[in-house]
């Protein structure tokens, strides 16, 4: 929900989706293929630096069957034989994205990585009983996702939190803004000064994350070659994707999905939580699948908006539009450490 007001604010959605039934845990396929590493993020601009740190097989993604045709991409990343892909916005689209990465690519999945923004929190469950609050620019790495019914928590793998405890203390985060690449021209966003920040962000460990529906069990919509916001394609390779038609016909098929963007709109929880060190709309429901496929998960959430900034913005979402590309640019960079050192 919280790109999808965003993407009201900078231009409008042209796509709507229809309803999708809940997908049910099934074990893991037998590894027939290579064995990969999968890094998923929301919306292009979640995972364009990370695509671009990659040595693609092919700019054609893999794609699962229609009428989801979910689209994934295989490579190598920091060594490792990687597949990437956007699990679009909120948690209906994501479990799917990720079931049917299961069904494509079988047991060959080792592991599952979700780089990606989120609302500012304050987290009263830290280490000692500490209070801490998230700030913009940080990066949080939950225990766990939870929206308070359970069917979209997620828990992290202990061994990769302890991967990430290590190597978080060398991880260069940004404290100025980079421009953004909105229209997906693959240009350097570093090429444009941006707003610095006066405090370095640091790796947040440990804590809740929240991961809310506000869209009452409705998938959200993405259009291909739709930018770094509404995209379907991450922008590295948006330029060379060949369009998929029933894709496209399958995402303006069904106003009904309006009824849930206005009620998400108006009706979720946001930034600011007391409870939650980051607020997000996909994380847990990623988390939920890999945990029933036994698969070892941990996200990487950079926040972008819900704390005070130089410019006094007035929260969710112009803080959004203006800093979520430090976020997730930020967790990018944890991520990619981290997919440095995961064996």
């Known amino acids: 929900m919280r790109r999808l007001v965003a993407l009201a604010v900078v231009g409008g959605l042209l796509g709507l989706v229809p309803p999708v039934a809940a997908r049910a845990a099934t074990s893991s396929p037998a590894c027939t293929g290579t064995p990969r590493l999968m890094i998923v993020s929301a919306y292009p601009a979640e995972m364009g630096k990370i695509m671009k740190a990659t040595k693609l097989d092919s700019v054609e993604p893999v794609r699962s069957a229609a009428p989801d045709s979910k689209e994934y991409w295989t490579g190598t ?37 979700f780089s990606g923004v989120a609302g500012a929190g304050s987290d009263s469950l830290g280490p000692g009983g500490t209070r801490r609050s998230s700030r913009i620019g940080d990066v949080t790495v939950p225990d ?59 790796v947040l460990l440990h804590g809740e994350g929240a991961t809310t529906d506000p ?12 930018g770094d916001l509404g995209g379907c394609e991450p922008c590295p390779a948006a330029l060379g994707t060949s369009p998929d038609p029933q894709r496209f016909v399958t995402g303006i098929s069904n106003p009904a999905f309006v009824p849930g963007l206005v009620t998400g709109s108006v009706g979720s929880g946001g930034s600011g939580s007391g409870q939650f060190i980051e607020v997000d709309d996909e994380t847990g429901a990623v988390g939920a699948v890999a945990n029933s496929h036994q698969v070892p998960f941990i996200g990487f959430r950079g926040i972008s908006d819900g704390s005070p900034d130089p410019l006094m913005l007035p929260g969710f979402p112009a803080q959004f539009v203006v800093y979520d590309q430090l976020a997730a640019d930020n967790a990018a960079a944890m991520t990619l450490a981290f997919v440095g050192a995961w064996s």
Request: glycine share 16%; proline share 9%; hydrophobic share 40%.
């Open 144 to 202: 766990g996702w939870n929206n308070g019914q359970g069917p979209y928590d997620g828990v992290t793998d202990t061994t990769m939190m302890s991967v990430a405890a290590a190597i978080a203390p060398g991880v260069h985060l940004e404290n100025t803004t980079p421009a953004g690449d909105r229209a997906c021209l693959c240009v350097d966003p570093g090429t444009i000064p941006g707003l610095t920040f006066p405090y370095i962000p640091t």
């Open 77 to 113: 990343l920091e060594g490792k034989a990687v597949i990437e892909a956007l699990v679009g916005i909120g948690p209906v689209d994501a479990t799917h994205t990720t079931a049917d990465a299961f069904d494509v690519f079988g047991g060959c999945i080792t592991g599952i990585v």
């Open 215 to 226: 869209f009452g069990g409705q998938p959200a919509p993405c259009l291909q070659h739709g």
